[in-house]
């Protein structure tokens, strides 16, 4: 039968040369090395303390964006709001990557109704004063179209009001919706709105993802993250809040949201978790891919590793 | 009361608080802190003696 390759015959695995090798000891050293070394550095550096970021923390930092927020939230025209999947069903909303609608495929699971979960709700759960019972009320009897008009008009008057202070509006017809994000500044001020939003019915709340969205919709939450390098055009996905060191080994995926087309693509995430996924793929692939699974022989530092068995053949 | 609980929170805090504004530098496109930096730099130093110390022998034998 012929060779199916000319590469010279492989020796018999007994051949190759030994040395004895205690794993355990080595794996008992790297246990306690790393255990101490990690006991020390935390004693030293502790870890990141920041304050969480919270509503109420918001609502009194920056009552104006709060209030531009909740009128976004209650006319549906926040980011949130227009998000598309997993949140809602905004037509034409969600990242593809070419034809593939991925965000779409997988549809509506975590429903969310800006007006309703971040504005009505919380407001009719809190002890309302008379005004907020009739705002609520004369809310709901209204048509779509005119809380639309109510919302899009207050907005206008609130960017155009000196540091869109809502105390400074212009008069206007704005409806029931100054009433009813004056109540909601008010509930988050109070740290009510944080409990709201969280409420799932569980007796340990950890699902943040209301009170979050509500947040980044704001431009408060992203204004903190700018100061500390967290932000995607700041290489923020491997930086850490403070003067620690971040998650470095996400360097490759954030480096491509620096760069174009990726830096101003509208959907910039499906296409570099695609990226990401084929890179990942060829790396898995190296021993396949032709040239690239010789750049250990072309760059030799076996050789290095093992050169005391490479001076023993010479 | 106050006094002892400040003295406690100085004795338990740690020797080095990073928690202060980062420092980054900037080159292009790049942008990284100097923690990233230094960390980077200690896993090179690391691989490099990896490579380069001596294979520990085992003790009489070779």
Redesign the interface.
């Known amino acids: 039968m012929k060779p199916l390759s000319r590469r010279a015959a492989e020796p018999e695995s007994a051949a190759f040369p030994t040395?004895?090798?205690?794993l355990l000891k080595e794996f008992t050293v790297a246990l306690v090395a790393v255990a101490l070394l990690t006991a020390g550095l935390a004693?030293?550096?502790?870890s990141?303390?920041?304050k969480p970021v919270t509503l109420a923390a918001w609502s009194a930092a920056a009552p104006n964006d709060f209030t531009a927020t909740a009128v976004a939230e209650l006319g549906a025209t926040s980011t949130t709001a227009q998000y598309g999947p997993p949140y809602n069903d905004t037509p034409g909303a969600g990242q593809r990557i070419g034809p593939l609608g991925l965000q779409r495929a997988a549809g509506v699971r975590i429903p969310v109704d800006t007006a309703e979960d971040f504005v009505l709700r919380p407001l009719r759960q809190a002890p309302e004063p008379a005004d907020v019972t009739a705002a609520l009320a004369a809310w709901s009897a209204a048509p779509t179209d005119q809380q639309q008009m109510w919302t899009a008009a207050y907005s206008d008057a609130l960017g155009k009001a000196p540091d869109g202070d809502p105390a400074q509006v212009a008069h206007g017809d704005y409806g029931p919706v100054p009433v009813l994000t004056g109540r909601l500044l008010t509930l988050a001020q109070a740290g009510g709105l944080d409990g709201q939003l969280l409420a799932q019915g569980h007796f340990y709340q950890t699902d943040y993802t209301k009170p979050l969205l509500f947040l980044a919709d704001g431009t408060y939450l992203a204004g903190l993250a700018d100061g500390?390098?967290l932000s995607g055009d700041?290489?923020g996905m491997?930086?850490?809040?403070?003067?620690?060191?971040?998650q470095?080994w996400l360097w490759l995926y954030t480096f491509w949201y620096?760069?174009d087309p990726f830096k101003t693509s509208t959907n910039a995430d499906a296409l570099i978790w695609a990226l990401m996924a084929v890179l990942s793929l060829g790396l898995v692939l190296v021993p396949f891919i032709p040239g690239v699974r010789s750049v250990p022989r072309w760059t030799k530092?076996y050789r290095?590793?093992w050169r005391?068995h490479y001076r023993q053949q010479r | 009361m106050a006094m002892a609980a400040a003295y406690g929170e100085r004795a338990l805090?740690?020797?080095?608080?990073?928690?202060?504004?980062?420092?980054?530098v900037h080159w292009g496109?790049?942008?990284?802190?100097?923690?990233?930096l230094?960390?980077?730099g200690l896993m090179v130093l690391v691989f490099a003696a990896a490579?380069?110390l001596?294979?520990p022998?085992?003790r009489g034998?070779?």
């Open positions: 040395r004895p090798y205690d004693a030293l550096f502790s990141p303390d920041d500390q390098h700041q290489w491997m930086n850490e809040t403070g003067n620690y060191p971040g470095a620096q760069v530092v290095l590793i005391d | 805090a740690a020797p080095v608080d990073l928690n202060h504004t980062g420092h980054y496109v790049v942008q990284i802190s100097v923690a990233n230094v960390v980077i490579v380069l001596p294979f022998k085992g034998r070779r």
